[in-house]
């Protein structure tokens, strides 16, 4: 055949086929066929080099015969493995060698997180360019609205805390309390804020605002104008605060509260700091170790919050006076259940200001002569009344604020001598039918007692029990007015409360066979402690009183008094094993010593 001509590429890429010169003896040459078929080849070959083309589809068959091919060179990689591993193409652990290693690339949960912490921080740069003092009101409102929804994300939220921009915050709502949307607005954001007190770092800046928006619950509103701009100026912001606080009590039902907003006429910007507030205190006594909270308790009585409060809480009990006298046999207007939300609120934002702060508490039990005190002993009395006559729709709401204030009485009468002397009778005999379940006793007997759903009925025994545990630990005259107490139903004759609570000490405390129908542990921890503070109450009441011995003593068989007794030494045990240590071990020790003297 003849040589393959053209490029030097071509020389490289194809190669020539010669016939081998022809020696004596060699075997005959090949047939005509064959020669044919190589003569093609060449011609085929040739072609194609001449083209300077290199995808020949016989460019692999072109190969030099008899020459073995070489492997491909590996590529350079961070790391030069061993000449040994290079030419086996394995370690010296027999593992492949990677032809490719790549360093310090983050992890994908590192990227995602990354761009999450990019995200936020761009949008909450935009809000705060847009939430600041030199902002349109209504940009300002919507952007403030956003951050509340942005907030209830737990990422956001901690973003916020963790990188110390609360501060910064504080500065741009400046000058919100003057305006009744951006008030509510900038109220309802700290709320989502300081809801989840894990990553919640105290502010005094914070504080500061929710007091100014606080103290707005006892100013007047302005007299509406008549005409003119300034009519105009209130219709709009109207519908502004009207559209706010519809948007805010979508947002604030992703937070779980345990007393809601439920719809736009719960919503003030007052009550929406009470509430901020509260989650203010709880956040800070978070940490034991810490004094957040003595400093924020103590910054909320200087700035006079405990003043606003109580004040506030004064004017809505006179309302809910008003409203229940208007309550006609089972139907209640809207403005009770408001009024009752708005006193419920109130007395959790005073509970969590005087929590474990004996100044507080002393400086509340004492302010204005009482004039709380009094209200709540008011409030009691109503409100007790209305549970025999309250439809189901509001009973949650009466419940929840007879609670709320039978908790706060609990702590203005605790070592207070002053605060258990100012209840009289009428009061003494409202908190004994609560005590053993009689609710709505004292409607005269136009209306049965309520049966109430577990929890509140669990809620409103205990708090009532416990609170005649201060009322008669010292005090004589409250204990004659629980002798006094005669407990009356309709169709039944009447029942003196010291035989109506030593049955219920013995049901309780001497009959544990009544524990095998209950089904919850919870029940049956409720049936055991009322019956240990039943016994207690028993025990305070037969103090320095003969009369009530006497009636105890027919109450409480011999027999019962020991199963009774040794009811109080497990009471004892379940306190010290869930933390309580020392705390009612005097006044128990004392009560079993009375009631084992019953019948000696």
């Known amino acids: 055949g003849g040589e393959a001509r053209g490029s030097e590429g071509g020389r490289a890429a194809v190669t020539t086929h010669r016939a081998p010169p022809k020696k004596a003896g060699s075997a005959p040459p090949a047939t005509s066929t064959a020669a044919a078929k190589a003569k093609a080849g060449e011609e085929e070959a040739v072609k194609v080099a001449s083209s300077g083309s290199f995808t020949a589809p016989h460019a692999s068959a072109a190969a030099p015969p008899n020459r073995e091919r070489k492997p491909p060179a590996a590529k350079p990689t961070g790391q030069r493995p061993p000449p040994a591993a290079v030419a086996s193409g394995r370690t010296e652990s027999g593992k492949p060698v990677s032809p490719l290693k790549v360093h310090n690339v983050d992890s994908a949960m590192e990227v995602q997180e990354a761009g999450r912490s990019q995200k936020i921080a761009d949008d909450l740069g935009y809000l705060m360019e847009t939430m600041g003092p030199g902002t349109e009101v209504q940009l300002r409102r919507t952007s403030i609205l956003r951050l509340a929804k942005l907030l209830l994300e737990p990422d956001f939220a901690v973003y916020v805390h963790e990188g110390g921009l609360v501060e910064t915050l504080m500065g741009l709502v400046e000058g919100v309390v003057d305006n009744p949307v951006l008030g509510e607005a900038t109220a309802a954001m700290l709320l989502v804020l300081h809801h989840n007190p ?9 504080v500061d605002i929710l007091l100014q928006l606080v103290a707005t619950a006892t100013r007047s509103p302005p007299p509406p104008a008549s005409t003119g701009p300034g009519k105009r100026r209130q219709l709009l912001e109207k519908r502004q605060l009207t559209k706010t606080r519809e948007v805010l009590v979508k947002t604030l039902a992703a937070l779980e509260l345990q007393h809601p907003f439920e719809d736009a006429t719960f919503v003030t910007g007052s009550l929406l700091a009470m509430e901020a507030l509260s989650c203010v205190c709880v956040a800070a006594g978070t940490d034991p170790s810490s ?59 005073l509970l969590e200001a005087v929590r474990g702060n004996e100044g507080n508490r002393t400086y509340l039990a004492c302010l204005r002569d009482a004039q709380l005190l009094q209200a709540l002993l008011r409030f009691v009395v109503t409100a007790e009344g209305l549970l025999a006559s309250t439809k189901a729709a509001a009973l949650g709401s009466v419940c929840n604020a007879l609670c709320d204030t039978m908790k706060m009485l609990l702590g203005l009468t605790n070592n207070n001598p002053a605060g258990c002397d100012a209840f009289d009778g009428r009061v003494v005999s409202c908190l004994c039918r609560l ?9 005269g007997g136009k209306d049965q007692p309520q049966t109430l759903s577990g929890d509140y009925e669990h809620d409103l025994c205990s708090l009532a029990t416990t609170l005649l545990i201060n009322l008669t630990e010292s005090n004589k005259r409250n204990r004659a007015d629980v002798v006094a107490t005669t407990l009356t139903r309709e169709g039944h004759a009447p029942v003196p409360m010291l035989h109506r609570l030593g049955s219920i000490v013995v049901d309780r405390c001497a009959r544990p066979d009544r524990q095998e129908d209950m089904r919850s542990s919870r029940e ?17 009441v037969c103090f320095e009183h003969p009369a009530a011995v006497s009636e105890t003593r027919g109450a409480i068989a011999a027999v019962d008094v020991l199963h009774v007794l040794k009811h109080l030494e497990d009471y004892l045990l379940f306190e010290q094993a869930a933390g309580m240590g020392e705390k009612n071990r005097g006044i128990v020790e004392q009560v079993m010593a009375v009631l084992s003297s019953l019948h000696a």
């Open 291 to 349: 004094d957040a909270l003595a400093a924020v308790q103590a910054e909320i009585r200087v700035r006079g919050g405990l003043d606003d409060v109580a004040q506030f809480l004064h004017g809505e009990i006179r309302k809910f006076d008003g409203a229940g006298v208007r309550t006609t046999g089972s139907v209640a207007p809207t403005e009770l259940r408001s009024v009752l939300a708005a006193v419920s609120r109130g007395l959790r934002c």
């Open 198 to 206: 894990q990553h919640v770092v105290y502010s005094q800046a914070v």
């Open 435 to 443: 005590a053993v379940g009689d609710f709505g006793g004292n409607s």
């Open 524 to 540: 049956k921890t409720f049936f055991n402690v009322s019956g240990a503070y039943a016994a207690i109450l028993l025990g305070c």
